[in-house]
């Protein structure tokens, strides 16, 4: 794996070596030359085409003024250098070989996604640059990269609080279901361990392709339906998880007894998914998301955000600030300090290779300086009013904030509560006395579950496919206290009453999972001492047989 990594690399290098020949052609802007004041290049690698590389590409441009703005005359100046990686691994791989050796940045904020970072953690490891990226999955990590720093929350740090969701309800088992990615995978192992802690089971794990089309994604439903689970964690980002729940509508899975849980990855850009499909087929999913405190600066900060959105995408309909985007604004703002640090000297350019021979191999990109003194310096770092609220990196690693929960209910989503590590899952977060609404000195919010319950679902079902138990009740004059049946007229709907209809609701309510009945009269005209259950038994099901047996014996034992 490793070494055809690197065999990959070298191609690149030695493609982008020549394109970097005909770069060094042209002739060079003379303003670099008589500008005194020391600069700092640094690379920057989104996917433009993304909302979420947009949302950060503005932040970043903000962070970089606020930067300039304060900073003393003297201070050194931080160059962006912006490469859209067109979604596509290749693409950001060959970004960072431009940024590394041809403008020799000195530290690279991106690329955006996992399986890109994979890339371009190895170069930086290689060229001693660091690389900040917000890339969410687990897999990669901050102590086999020494010059990765994680300026975003990883998928695997929400594991504990949606485990903590799950004990919540009781819920014994649950359906994982997410991308068939590096992405989308990397949740799975923490998530798994987080739920065998609290002794609930992962019954299955659905694995959706992206590509997948809406007719593979209803026959993967139908699948789910059929089992006994059902409580679904979703771990699918928002344009895939848009279609996802717009089918799990169709196959009648977003309605009562149904519980769906979404991770923070489509929680916190829920406002990418359009209102219609959230109105539509997500009525009733809880979702966790990191905690962002409204602060009068985040307020003052969205609306100069939205004007520099309109300037820089005049064409484009806005999108909303995300927290992505506040981590970018926050992880340029840390990176600006830590070149603060390193002061007005002189910057060194890489320290090439002594071997000139080997210019097509990695080792020609040469190593930087000051790369490791701004590794050094961001390593531990910590922003107390960071917009994302407390942006604290300890060890290369983004610290964990509190998660929210939320509920969605009709367009938006609305707050139930809070997890934290030390707590627990409260509706009052105790750092800041923050509460969610309606919060009743309980545990949660009210919760409105799919199909406009409010109670919640028990999370496994005796897969009947529709069909209800049918159980026999004798309908017949007399003893009324142990059991009554009345038929509505109009509705023709049963109502069982009495001691016996009493217990055998609550053997039902104590059974672990639902279990959907209904109730059929028979009516017993003759013979009242001795009712003929023969007959009775004769036209039942015989699975019905031993609730029969059941209020029997309760009314005669
Ligand atoms: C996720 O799992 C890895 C490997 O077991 C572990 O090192 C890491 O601490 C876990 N992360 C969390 C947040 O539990
Ligand atoms: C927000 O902006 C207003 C007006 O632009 C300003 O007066 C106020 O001090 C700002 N507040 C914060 C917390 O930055």
Redesign the pocket.
């Given at each position: 794996m490793r070494s055809s990594k690197c065999h990959f690399l070298i191609v690149l290098i030695q493609f982008v070596s020549i394109i970097s020949f005909y770069h060094h052609m042209m002739p060079i802007k003379g303003e670099d030359n008589k500008n005194s004041v020391a600069k700092v290049d640094v690379g920057i690698i989104l996917d433009l085409e993304t909302d979420v590389g947009k949302v950060m590409h503005i932040s970043i441009l903000l962070a970089l003024d606020d930067y300039h703005a304060t900073a003393s005359r003297s201070a050194i100046r931080i160059i962006p250098h912006l490469r859209d990686s067109k979604k596509d691994d290749v693409e950001a791989a060959s970004a960072a070989i431009y940024l590394l050796k041809d403008v020799q940045v000195q530290a690279i904020f991106g690329p955006q996604m996992s399986a890109q970072t994979d890339f371009v953690i190895d170069l930086g490891n290689r060229v001693k640059v660091p690389i900040i990226s917000p890339a969410t999955s687990?897999l990669l990590?901050v102590k086999e990269n020494p010059f990765f720093i994680r300026a975003a929350l990883?998928s695997?740090?929400q594991?504990?609080a949606i485990a903590a969701l799950v004990k919540n309800f009781d819920w014994r088992e649950v359906v994982v279901i997410y991308e068939d990615s590096p992405y989308g995978s990397g949740i799975v192992?923490?998530l798994t361990?987080?739920l065998l802690e609290i002794s609930t089971l992962v019954s299955y794990r659905s694995v959706i392709s992206p590509s997948a089309n809406d007719d593979q994604i209803l026959s993967e439903l139908y699948k789910l339906k059929t089992m006994q689970t059902r409580v679904f964690i979703v771990h699918l980002r928002p344009l895939l998880a848009k279609r996802f729940f717009l089918k799990a509508n169709k196959a009648g899975m977003m309605s009562d007894g149904y519980a769906w849980i979404i991770t923070d990855v489509l929680t916190s850009l829920l406002d990418s998914v359009d209102p219609s499909v959230i109105e539509s087929s997500m009525q009733g999913v809880l979702g966790v998301k990191p905690y962002v405190p409204r602060t009068n600066e985040l307020i003052n900060y969205t609306k100069r955000w939205r004007g520099r959105f309109r300037q820089e995408y005049p064409d484009m309909d806005i999108v909303e600030l995300n927290v992505f985007g506040l981590w970018a604004y926050d992880g340029i703002t840390s990176l600006a300090k830590a070149v603060e640090k390193v002061g007005g000297t002189a910057i060194p350019k890489f320290k090439k290779a002594d071997n000139r021979e080997y210019l097509t191999d990695l080792d020609a990109l040469g190593t930087s300086e000051l790369g490791s003194l701004l590794l050094h310096s961001m390593q531990n770092t910590a922003l107390k009013t960071g917009l994302s609220g407390d942006f604290r990196i300890v060890d290369g690693e983004l610290q964990?904030s509190p998660y929210q929960i939320v509920n969605i209910i009709g367009k938006a989503e609305r707050s139930i509560g809070f997890w934290t590590e030390r707590d627990g899952i409260s509706c009052k977060l105790k750092t800041n006395g923050k509460t969610a609404t309606k919060c009743n000195d309980k545990q949660l919010g009210d919760i409105f579950w799919p199909g406009e319950s409010t109670i919640a679902p028990k999370g496994w079902e005796i897969p009947t496919s529709g069909k209800k138990l049918r159980v026999g009740v004798p309908d017949k004059e007399g003893l009324e206290q142990f059991l009554k049946v009345e038929i509505d007229s109009k509705t023709q709907e049963v109502t069982v009453t009495g001691f016996c209809a009493d217990v055998f609701k609550q053997v039902i309510e104590s059974l672990p999972y639902a279990l959907p009945y209904e109730f059929i009269p028979f009516q017993i005209l003759d013979s009242p001492t001795s009712p003929d259950f023969d007959d009775l038994a004769y036209k039942l099901f015989s699975e019905v047989i031993k609730y029969l047996i059941l209020i029997r014996i309760s009314l005669f034992g």
């Open positions: 687990p990590t990883p695997s740090s594991t504990k192992p923490n361990d987080a964990p």
